[in-house]
């Protein structure tokens, strides 16, 4: 297959995909077979030092989004993973309660393994709100943790709270970067909005980034396993699907493992001086 070939074949399949490097080369020094390494950033790259996930449940926000945040900890930046629920209403056998507080209590260990913060709002499970209350509330943890990427839900999903989420973040962060718009902390411009690869979330999904997540991979892992439904205790096997994913997802990087991700089309304009 011709040089030309294989970059068309990884443009159609990443939308003319970014890959963001943390690591300068492959395990062993060896670049994979034919494979160009432009496009490829230096490691790692600046955006994703400093990494907020919001997501409307703990499971997401660690399964789907938890691998950015684990990159930025391992190097030495900063991550907080934002929970708009408990998912509380996740499991078919235990009641809502009792679940919620085991999914609080295994947020808050994952977050310690990763070196990240654990941050809930509470809103009930299946009913999060689109208003500006919760907007406002999410503008105000982004002024005080001033994350340079934000990882969220993409819109396209069948759950209502991950399309909930999804709203609320947009709206929060053009309220968060307004100076003239008075909160107790000053205002802050989020540099970078992606949207997670999540099963849940896959309908229009097209990724256009995939980050190496290969340093943090054992330490992301290692954290999701604090969640019993990682294991597959709700019916859904996480462990499964999300660590095959990213070795899925690797081999479109050019990495041993990475995630992909999805960026908003104004994010992707291209502006090119000529003077």
Known sequence: ????????????????????????EFAGGDQLPGQSTSGISASPDREFLNVMAVAAHPGD?????????????????????LSLSLGERGSPSIPAEQYGLSQREAAAKAAAMIGGKALFL??????????????LAVCDLIRQYRPSTIVTHWKGSWHKDHRAC???????????????????????????????????????????TYL????????????????P????????????????????RGCLGNFHRAVALMSPQEQRVRRIRTS
């Not at 011709?2 to 490097?21: E, I, K, N, W, Y």
């Not at 190496?212 to 969640?227: E, G, K, Q, Y």
């Not at 597959?232 to 990213?246: I, W």
């Open 61 to 81: 926000v660690f399964f789907a989004m938890g691998a950015p945040v684990a990159v930025a900890t391992h190097f030495g930046g900063q991550g907080a993973f």
């Open 229 to 248: 439904m990682w294991r597959g205790e709700t019916g859904f096997r996480y462990n499964d699907y999300y660590s095959s994913l990213a070795v899925a």
């Open 212 to 227: 190496d997540i290969t340093p943090a991979f054992d330490l992301w892992l290692n954290a999701c396993s604090a969640f």
């Open 166 to 208: 999804h709203d609320i973040v947009e709206d929060a962060i053009f309220y968060a970067g307004l100076p003239s718009f008075v909160r107790k902390e000053r205002a802050h411009a989020v540099t970078n909005l992606v949207f997670a690869d999540n099963w849940e979330d896959a309908t229009g999904f097209v990724p256009d």
């Open 122 to 135: 509470q809103y009930p499970d299946g009913e999060i709100p689109v208003n500006d209350q919760i907007k």
């Open 1 to 24: 297959m011709s040089a030309t070939t294989r970059r068309t074949f990884l443009t159609l399949a990443g939308s003319s995909a970014v890959a963001f490097s943390t690591r300068t």
